[in-house]
């Protein structure tokens, strides 16, 4: 049997999971906190549910930490405060402008999970995309800022500039999570190309984020 590489080492797949885990729980509190301010009944009910499933993910993260013989609280400690600028600086001021920081502004801070998950151990690894999955969110913020955005052009405008200032403050809070966290570092040199260099491998990460964000900004009708 091949030893496991070192990007695929247990303290940086706690790492990782340690990210996650603080993303899993910054989440039901969101989702909760949406809930209670959703303008409908229906909507009310599913981010409830939303957050329930929020939840159970922290859960299954948990088991895993556990598995690698960590303890999740030690664990998620380091990377508690890396959304704290972020939302102080992204404060919504309306319940659009909000579905839509849940969508894309987060959505960053997913794509950017997945991608340093990739070089871990495959249980590790299989774990963090399943966790990140589409659990149904998507579909709502979509239906919702789709419909609202076609019946008011105003709203849509207004929409697509809170986008672009989402995404680059998205960015921020990723390259400072790359400033405090060596681990974070390395997996993404692993994640990239052998021959790239440290500041070229940012550069490529931000362009694959900044991609996939103007994806999820055009399946909403709004320009990226």
Do not use: I
């Amino acid at each position: 049997m091949s030893e496991p590489t070192a990007a695929a080492s247990p303290d940086n797949a706690l790492a990782v999971l340690g990210m996650l885990a603080y993303s899993e729980l910054a989440a039901f509190s969101r989702l909760a906190a949406d809930a209670a301010l959703a303008p409908s009944l229906d909507q009310r009910l599913e981010l409830s549910r939303m957050a329930g499933m929020a939840l159970e993910r922290l859960e299954q993260v948990s088991d895993r930490v556990g598995e690698l013989g960590g303890d999740l609280q030690p664990v998620m400690e380091p990377f508690a405060g890396v959304l704290v600028e972020f939302d102080r600086r992204t404060e919504p001021s309306t319940w659009w402008e909000r579905l839509l920081k849940a969508y894309v502004g987060y959505g960053v801070a997913d794509d950017f999970c997945r991608m340093v998950a990739d070089p871990l151990d495959p249980t590790t690894r299989d774990l963090v995309v399943q966790v990140l999955g589409d659990d149904g969110h998507a579909g709502l913020v979509v239906t919702a800022l789709s419909e609202a955005g076609a019946r008011d052009a105003t709203l849509a405008s207004r929409l697509a500039l809170w986008g672009r200032r989402l995404v680059g403050e998205s960015l921020g809070a990723v390259q400072g999570v790359l400033a405090a966290h060596p681990r974070m570092r390395d997996l993404l040199m692993q994640t990239m190309d052998d021959d790239v260099v440290p500041g070229e491998a940012q550069q490529r990460l931000f362009a694959v984020l900044t991609a996939e964000h103007s994806r999820r900004m055009e399946r909403l009708g709004l320009t990226p």
